[in-house]
């Protein structure tokens, strides 16, 4: 039976992500399998994470902010410094060792230029980072009609997102009023989001060996630190069943916070 799967941040943890769909038995001819997006920077696998999921033709991803980084690199050799020293170092390490031509690199980027800021379903919605304090479903709806511009520069997220298209990539607001909540046993309503939708996201670190679920807001945050201490996570999308790696740390024999 054909199952929806959603892998959290994979940040370049290709034996990670190899070992979670291994014990989820899972089918790429059968299952298909989305992305909170942020599969690039922080352990040494990135070009292989990325190789590897570029052959299913049932994967899903959104694109994260340090995806986005990876993109210009891959496009037009743009390297921020804050980009190198949050990850971005292993990426382009990862494609120079490959032996990765600029011509590959480049379809490596416009295939990137596919992911949507969002991937909105009947009845779920999944984004890197979250909808923030202002984005209503019909903004949500929008954007996830709207791809990145491969000469577009990637926002550094110093400051408060201009853009709604970053806040996707950028928000830890909405996550924090929502583990406020779970953690203190009350509900207040976040924002314009309509809380129907169930939410899934990434990119801001919770623990390191288990998911963020809040059934009080039927939202979810799949980073487990996958990227630094912690481990992969895949989740079934309606079951909310998941499996989980070794920690990543453990998996390469160190660990990769920069």
């Not at 292989?48 to 980084?69: K, Y």
């Not at 926002?155 to 950028?170: C, E, F, K, N, V």
């Not at 996570?233 to 989980?244: A, F, N, V």
């Amino acid at each position: 039976m054909a199952r929806r799967l959603i892998l959290g941040d994979i940040h370049g943890s290709y034996r990670a992500l190899c070992e979670v769909l291994d014990k989820a038995g899972f089918n790429p001819d059968e299952d298909e399998l989305y992305s909170v997006g942020d599969i690039a920077d922080g352990y040494p696998d990135v070009y292989e994470c990325l190789a590897f999921l570029r052959t299913l033709p049932s994967f899903h991803p959104v694109i994260g902010n340090h995806d986005a980084w990876l993109q210009n690199w891959l496009y037009e050799g743009t390297a921020p410094s804050i980009w190198v020293m949050q990850g971005g170092r292993r990426s382009i390490e990862s494609f120079t060792k490959a032996k990765v031509s600029q011509k590959n690199r480049i379809e490596f980027a416009e295939w990137m230029s596919t992911w949507p800021y969002a991937i909105l379903l009947s009845d779920a919605a999944i984004m890197h980072g979250g909808p923030g304090p202002d984005l209503t479903l019909d903004d949500i709806q929008k954007l996830s009609e709207e791809k990145r511009n491969l000469k577009e520069p990637a926002s550094d997220g110093q400051y408060i997102p201009d853009r709604p298209a970053d806040t996707l990539m950028w928000d830890r607001v909405y996550f924090r009023y929502a583990e406020y909540d779970e953690n203190h046993g009350c509900r207040k309503d976040i924002g314009k989001w309509d809380e129907n939708i169930r939410l899934f996201t990434g990119h801001t670190e919770y623990g390191n060996t288990v998911p963020f679920i809040s059934r009080m807001h039927n939202f979810i945050n799949l980073d487990t630190m996958a990227g630094s201490f912690g481990c992969l996570t895949l989740m079934d999308m309606d079951t909310l069943e998941y499996w989980q790696s070794k920690k990543s740390k453990d998996l390469y024999g160190f660990c990769s916070i920069s």
